[in-house]
């Protein structure tokens, strides 16, 4: 089964989401930040990243530009958590280089069938 | 698996984690209550204590929405913009805060997500009297009789209606309901419907009858499924209450038909 890096300063979102995914069989890493989401995704290469946007020290942005520039990690899909989705954010999202996006709060179902689209076949 | 079926493996992992984010919020619920108590009680550290309160307020403002229930988020939010709001945790400040965890253990409780339009509502007439006066939203001077069962369910319906700005009679019988609203003339009467003796219906239209009393207002509480059963012929000065979650709303509605609101 594929294994997803969560990537979100908020315990409670990543115990929610981590208990989800491994309850449908994922394998799921966690990060609490940035600079440790760059580390765990170079170390335990993760088949797609779950990215908070909203962290301090790091945003999201900005660690997903990181991960894009990078050439071992670019092909990794991410995808973006926020609560932010006007269309001026959905577009900053893209241009950070996220594969796609999720609403916070998070809506089960709909994480399930969006991380399907965006795993590697 | 095709849009439009159900996944039974997912249906039940939902319900497993809608149930444990219920008994973990009980459980926040608690701690944030147990802060308000030892800041109430100067004990524990106040720096520490608001931290824990913000801290587990956040958590269930952001985990609400993903198990049904957006109006924790709402009131959370509510929550935190007062907590930013106000310039310190005093003792009107941490009771107003307790009036928000009431709210939100309502919700909890009930299993149910109320209307949002009841929910906004409930949320922009919140009687806070941590904040400036001013912003109180009754009326200076408006008195209550408050007539119901002894218990938990009457101290929060008589602190919630303190806070609002109400001098509060209460009264614990029926029969002195009608001496206390003859010699303090309350403006606004709020009976159970079912009571000792008689009913909350029956003592409306004794005070409705009796000259003194006539003027006030009564609002009469029931169970919704009460509503529209035995409670046929109400007298004009009667309007008919929730009791439970649905109460605030109920009351601001109430109010703002009778122009009791600044």
């Not at chain 1, 890096?5 to 930040?33: N, P, S, W």
Request: net charge negative.
């Amino acid at each position: 089964m594929a294994k997803i890096l969560i990537i979100d300063d908020a315990d409670e979102t990543r115990t929610l989401v981590g208990r989800f995914l491994q309850a449908k069989g994922y394998e799921v890493v966690q990060a609490a930040d940035g600079n440790e989401g760059l580390e765990r995704a170079a170390q335990d290469r993760p088949d797609l990243i779950l990215m908070d946007l909203n962290m301090p020290h790091m945003t999201g942005f900005e660690a997903t530009g990181l991960l894009k520039n990078n050439s071992d990690l670019r092909h990794i899909p991410v995808l973006a958590l926020s609560a932010e989705t006007g269309t001026g954010n959905r577009d900053a999202i893209y241009e950070a280089g996220c594969d796609g996006f999720l609403a916070k709060p998070i809506d089960f179902p709909d994480l399930l069938q969006t991380i399907g689209k965006h795993l590697p076949r | 698996m095709t849009q439009g079926q159900t996944d039974p493996d997912l249906e039940m992992i939902l319900a497993d984690m809608r149930q444990e984010f219920i008994e973990n919020s009980e459980d926040r619920l608690d701690e944030v209550e147990g802060s308000v108590s030892r800041l109430l009680a100067d004990a524990g550290r106040p720096d520490h204590e608001q931290l824990e309160i913000k801290r587990h307020v956040h958590t269930l403002k952001g985990t609400g929405g993903s198990f049904g229930f957006p109006a924790i988020t709402v009131w959370c939010h509510a929550l935190e913009d007062y907590l930013e709001t106000i310039k310190e945790l005093g003792v009107d400040q941490l009771w107003d805060v307790q009036l928000f965890i009431d709210r939100i253990r309502d919700v909890l409780e009930s299993g149910l997500n109320p209307d949002d339009m009841e929910v906004a509502a409930a949320v922009k007439g919140m009687p806070l009297r941590g904040l400036s006066r001013e912003r109180s939203p009754l009326k200076a001077g408006m008195s209550v009789m408050l007539l119901m069962p002894k218990g938990i369910q009457r101290k929060i319906i008589s602190r919630e209606l303190t806070t609002f700005g109400f001098k509060v009679i209460i009264a614990e019988s029926s029969l002195s309901a009608v001496d206390l609203a003859i010699t303090l003339r309350p403006d606004v009467v709020i009976s159970s419907h079912v009571l000792d003796r008689i009913s909350g219906l029956e003592l409306a239209r004794v005070l409705g009858a009796i000259e003194a009393t006539s003027h006030h207002k009564f609002l009469l509480m029931t169970a919704s499924d009460e509503i529209g059963a035995d409670l046929g012929g109400l007298p004009d000065h009667v309007t008919v209450v929730r009791k439970g979650r649905g109460f605030s709303a109920d009351l601001i509605k109430f109010l703002s038909a009778q122009k009791l609101l600044n």
